[in-house]
């Protein structure tokens, strides 16, 4: 590390044209090569996923993305059938029937068919087929139709539309607007902490160039594998967190040796060489909880968790050798001017703890029992929602009520059922004659289930070996019920179905597609929190060789997950505060919502307890006086640590801004967790229980320390050595008035 960081020092200009020129050469194949992100959510084996597969290969002009045109008549100007409303409809439709981009557009006038036109007769709607698919669409093609339609509303006629592509028109505001409300609050807290607008821009330039090509280089990635579409989005999220603390950590260190007299080079290196390698060290951490999603073997997250890791270590290669480069440029004024003046009249002065921390260690010290108790009644107290999670995918009935998606959402939901919006479609596998007869009658069965409002005639097409039954539900696509209705389907109705037969009859459709997406992430679920979960203890058991600390950190993760989810099942799936907030209507919880909050909560919550634990091991190490170890570890790193936390909070809050409902989860369950992290649990609860603990918490079995290789995650301090330290001891009850000399 001290040679790395000397050469780039030496060199910046060099280190800081290599940066911009991979920025530029990542950022340019990008653009030439085009994004190529997925939303698909199948996966292969699964019901839904063969429904999906046969519907696609027999009935493919079913198996396309089409947006819905909706009307509605108020009582007050007559129903969608009155003269004046099919006149205006009519000429509408036919005018965006012509548009380029539109293949065909199905309506309810001029045919026989009244299936669209609700049973008041006062909404409908039309089907519009575009060329190609949704993902690939313009916004401003699909603008044109929206405004083409709406061009024939009139006082009392309300037209709406639809579907994936009109979901394309909504945008919550310019593009990267939550980005750069994040970076300028993260900016303001830099200036309260460093006092000087140099030393501010550091860790804000080092993240953008780190994130910004991670960005570009995840555009890339989707040529190569399986990328989510959010993947983009949530790296950035992601990495604008940890790549701007990371920066704070060094950035905050090489102004400590500035200010004890270190020439800037000197203070530079020194910086890296200790914080920079805890800097790795927490990185590494983050990245291996990411990459801890690739044993859950689904592509649609291999991608996300690839991205995400990818990010991160970007943001921490930019760090270690970017950093120091400008830090080398920027010279004294990394100090405030006031900082500097008095460093020139007064000189050196030694590194003091500022008076509020020094209090608040000393008082967690006096009372660790009360204060521990009121951690974790907060953290149980807002873990309580998480017991009601429910897993599934939002859709356009979650956007906010202003949108015409929610608008024609609910406009079909009132005049055709709540059900309407999310049909479950049954793909029947014929091998013959007896085959088509039993799936025939499967309509008869069907009309008669509980929780189904209509049932389509079969539709015996796909070359005569494939049929298809449209069922609509009673209920919402979101609603618990309809999740049942799927079951019963499949546990019951379908197997009587088929019985005596070669029948295979497989649901699809968008709650059954939802409900075995989830049902595969809650089932590797256990075994993905196994692992992250024994990495990060594997790592702190390495870096302080104690059994009490890994142990606490675990359960410290795990808490900060569950209080986390609870304040995002709350605000999203019982909308307390969602529709003020613009994140629409109350729905369930994305299903990779869990796996990856917990490998970036994992990874985030392990830097704190790094930065946290690390000072007091250190000074552990020199007195073997536990109480003393953590006073002064707090003492020393809570300031650092709040600031970084204020600064991921408001990178991560930035993303309700979105204008994504997906993102919005993750910026407000991240921000929560953050939260809860810094200010309950490191800097409360942590050191409350080592305080109760005592000499316990630095207890390694003989066998343990004798086999276990030696790493450091911090160079020692060249101001102090530490004392060598002994061999294994037993569990203390309190060394805390016998430190060693």
């Given at each position: 590390?001290?040679?790395?960081?000397?050469?780039?020092?030496?060199?910046s200009?060099?280190?800081?044209?290599?940066?911009?020129?991979?920025?530029?050469?990542?950022?340019?194949?990008?653009?030439?090569?085009?994004?190529?992100?997925?939303?698909?959510?199948?996966?292969?084996?699964?019901?839904?996923?063969?429904?999906?597969?046969?519907?696609?290969?027999?009935?493919?002009?079913?198996?396309?993305?089409?947006?819905?045109?909706?009307?509605?008549?108020?009582?007050?100007?007559g129903?969608?059938?009155?003269?004046?409303?099919e006149?205006?409809?009519?000429?509408?439709?036919?005018?965006?029937?012509?548009?380029?981009?539109?293949?065909?557009?199905?309506?309810?006038?001029?045919?026989?068919?009244?299936?669209?036109?609700?049973?008041?007769?006062?909404?409908?709607?039309?089907?519009?087929?575009?060329?190609?698919?949704?993902?690939?669409?313009?916004?401003?093609e699909v603008?044109r139709?929206?405004?083409?339609?709406r061009?024939?509303?009139?006082?009392?006629?309300?037209?709406?539309?639809?579907?994936?592509?009109?979901?394309?028109?909504?945008?919550?505001?310019?593009?990267?607007?939550?980005?750069?409300?994040?970076?300028?609050?993260?900016?303001?807290?830099?200036?309260?902490?460093?006092?000087?607008?140099?030393?501010?821009?550091?860790?804000?330039?080092?993240?953008?160039?780190g994130?910004?090509?991670a960005?570009?280089?995840?555009?890339?990635l989707?040529?190569?594998?399986?990328?989510?579409d959010?993947?983009?989005m949530?790296?950035?999220?992601?990495?604008?967190?940890?790549?701007?603390?990371?920066?704070?950590?060094?950035?905050?260190?090489?102004?400590?040796?500035?200010?004890?007299?270190?020439?800037?080079?000197e203070?530079?290196?020194?910086?890296?060489?200790?914080?920079?390698r805890?800097?790795?060290?927490?990185g590494?951490?983050?990245c291996?909880?990411?990459?801890?999603?690739?044993?859950?073997?689904?592509?649609?997250?291999?991608?996300?968790?690839?991205?995400?890791?990818?990010?991160?270590?970007?943001?921490?290669?930019?760090?270690?050798?970017?950093?120091?480069?400008?830090?080398?440029?920027l010279?004294?004024?990394?100090?405030?001017?006031?900082?500097?003046?008095?460093?020139?009249?007064?000189?050196p002065?030694?590194a003091?703890?500022?008076?509020?921390?020094?209090?608040?260690?000393?008082?967690?010290e006096?009372?660790?029992?009360?204060?521990g108790a009121v951690?974790?009644?907060?953290?149980?107290?807002?873990?309580l929602?998480?017991?009601?999670?429910?897993?599934?995918?939002?859709?356009?009935?979650?956007?906010?009520?202003?949108s015409?998606?929610?608008?024609a959402?609910?406009?079909l939901?009132?005049?055709?059922?709540?059900?309407?919006n999310?049909?479950?479609?049954?793909?029947?596998?014929?091998?013959?004659?007896?085959?088509?007869?039993?799936?025939?009658?499967?309509?008869?069965?069907?009309?008669?289930?509980?929780?189904?409002?209509?049932?389509?005639?079969?539709?015996?097409?796909?070359?005569?070996?494939?049929?298809?039954?449209?069922?609509?539900?009673?209920?919402?696509?979101?609603?618990?019920?309809t999740?049942r209705?799927?079951?019963?389907?499949?546990?019951?109705?379908?197997?009587?179905?088929?019985?005596?037969?070669?029948?295979?009859?497989?649901?699809?459709?968008?709650t059954?597609?939802?409900?075995?997406?989830?049902?595969v992430?809650v089932?590797?679920?256990?075994?993905?929190?196994?692992?992250?979960?024994a990495?990060?203890?594997?790592?702190?058991?390495?870096?302080?060789?104690?059994?009490?600390?890994?142990?606490?950190?675990?359960?410290?993760?795990?808490?900060?997950?569950?209080?986390?989810?609870?304040?995002?099942?709350?605000?999203?799936?019982?909308?307390?505060?969602?529709?003020?907030?613009?994140?629409?209507?109350?729905?369930?919880?994305?299903?990779?919502?869990?796996?990856?909050m917990?490998?970036?909560l994992?990874?985030?919550?392990?830097?704190?307890?790094?930065?946290?634990?690390?000072?007091?091991?250190?000074?552990?190490?020199?007195?073997?006086?536990?109480?003393?170890?953590?006073?002064?570890?707090?003492?020393?790193?809570?300031?650092?640590?709040n600031?970084?936390?204020?600064?991921?909070?408001?990178?991560?809050?930035?993303?309700?801004?979105?204008?994504?409902?997906?993102?919005?989860?993750?910026?407000?369950?991240?921000?929560?967790a953050v939260?809860?992290?810094?200010?309950?649990?490191?800097?409360?609860?942590?050191?409350?229980?080592?305080?109760?603990?005592?000499?316990?918490?630095w207890?390694?079995?003989?066998?343990?320390?004798?086999?276990?290789?030696?790493?450091?995650?911090?160079?020692?301090?060249?101001?102090?050595?530490?004392?060598?330290?002994?061999?294994p001891?037993?569990?203390?009850?309190?060394?805390a008035?016998?430190?060693?000399?």
């Amino acid at each position: 590390m001290a040679a790395l960081a000397r050469w780039c020092i030496r060199r910046s200009a060099v280190v800081i044209v290599l940066w911009l020129g991979l920025f530029a050469g990542v950022a340019a194949a990008a653009a030439v090569a085009g994004s190529a992100y997925s939303n698909d959510y199948d996966i292969p084996g699964t019901g839904s996923s063969t429904a999906s597969r046969l519907l696609e290969q027999r009935f493919p002009d079913r198996a396309g993305d089409t947006d819905t045109i909706v009307w509605h008549t108020a009582d007050r100007a007559g129903t969608v059938r009155s003269a004046d409303v099919e006149r205006r409809m009519t000429a509408a439709l036919r005018r965006v029937a012509e548009l380029p981009g539109v293949v065909s557009v199905t309506g309810p006038y001029g045919t026989d068919d009244t299936s669209r036109v609700s049973a008041d007769q006062h909404t409908a709607y039309a089907t519009v087929v575009f060329r190609e698919p949704a993902a690939d669409l313009g916004k401003d093609e699909v603008n044109r139709v929206l405004d083409t339609a709406r061009s024939a509303a009139a006082p009392g006629l309300e037209i709406e539309m639809g579907g994936v592509g009109a979901g394309l028109t909504e945008t919550a505001g310019p593009a990267h607007l939550s980005e750069a409300i994040g970076v300028a609050v993260a900016a303001v807290v830099l200036f309260l902490a460093f006092g000087s607008l140099a030393a501010t821009l550091l860790p804000i330039a080092t993240a953008l160039i780190g994130v910004g090509t991670a960005y570009a280089a995840i555009g890339l990635l989707g040529h190569a594998m399986t990328v989510a579409d959010f993947a983009p989005m949530l790296g950035m999220l992601i990495g604008l967190g940890v790549g701007i603390d990371y920066a704070l950590f060094i950035v905050t260190r090489h102004r400590r040796g500035l200010r004890q007299g270190l020439p800037v080079a000197e203070a530079a290196q020194r910086a890296v060489t200790t914080s920079g390698r805890a800097v790795i060290f927490a990185g590494a951490t983050v990245c291996l909880a990411l990459l801890g999603m690739l044993v859950l073997r689904l592509s649609f997250l291999n991608g996300v968790a690839v991205a995400a890791a990818l990010t991160v270590a970007l943001t921490v290669a930019a760090s270690i050798t970017l950093l120091p480069a400008l830090l080398g440029l920027l010279g004294m004024r990394a100090l405030s001017r006031r900082e500097r003046r008095r460093l020139a009249e007064h000189g050196p002065r030694p590194a003091t703890v500022p008076g509020l921390a020094t209090r608040w260690a000393s008082f967690v010290e006096r009372y660790p029992k009360v204060l521990g108790a009121v951690a974790v009644a907060v953290m149980l107290t807002l873990a309580l929602p998480t017991l009601s999670l429910r897993l599934g995918t939002s859709d356009q009935g979650n956007n906010p009520e202003t949108s015409t998606t929610r608008q024609a959402y609910d406009l079909l939901a009132e005049g055709f059922g709540p059900g309407f919006n999310g049909p479950l479609t049954l793909i029947g596998s014929i091998g013959g004659a007896e085959d088509r007869i039993a799936f025939t009658r499967l309509t008869t069965t069907l009309r008669t289930t509980e929780g189904v409002a209509s049932v389509s005639a079969a539709d015996l097409g796909g070359g005569g070996d494939t049929g298809v039954i449209t069922v609509v539900p009673t209920t919402a696509p979101q609603s618990p019920d309809t999740s049942r209705l799927v079951e019963r389907l499949r546990a019951e109705v379908l197997p009587k179905a088929e019985e005596g037969t070669s029948l295979r009859v497989y649901v699809g459709g968008l709650t059954a597609g939802y409900d075995d997406f989830a049902a595969v992430i809650v089932s590797k679920l256990p075994l993905f929190v196994g692992v992250v979960v024994a990495l990060g203890c594997v790592l702190l058991l390495l870096a302080f060789r104690s059994i009490g600390i890994p142990v606490k950190a675990a359960v410290m993760n795990v808490a900060a997950v569950a209080s986390s989810f609870g304040v995002v099942v709350a605000v999203f799936q019982w909308g307390w505060g969602s529709e003020p907030l613009g994140l629409g209507r109350a729905g369930p919880i994305e299903p990779f919502l869990p796996v990856i909050m917990v490998s970036v909560l994992f990874g985030l919550s392990m830097d704190y307890q790094v930065f946290l634990v690390s000072r007091m091991y250190e000074e552990w190490q020199h007195t073997r006086d536990n109480r003393l170890a953590v006073r002064v570890g707090l003492a020393e790193t809570s300031r650092v640590i709040n600031s970084a936390a204020l600064i991921m909070i408001a990178v991560f809050s930035a993303f309700v801004l979105s204008g994504d409902r997906t993102i919005a989860m993750f910026g407000i369950g991240l921000a929560a967790a953050v939260a809860l992290d810094a200010f309950v649990l490191r800097t409360l609860l942590v050191p409350a229980l080592m305080h109760l603990l005592g000499g316990a918490n630095w207890w390694l079995p003989g066998w343990l320390e004798r086999t276990l290789p030696r790493i450091s995650i911090e160079a020692p301090d060249p101001e102090r050595s530490p004392l060598p330290v002994p061999g294994p001891r037993a569990p203390e009850a309190d060394t805390a008035r016998t430190p060693v000399p």
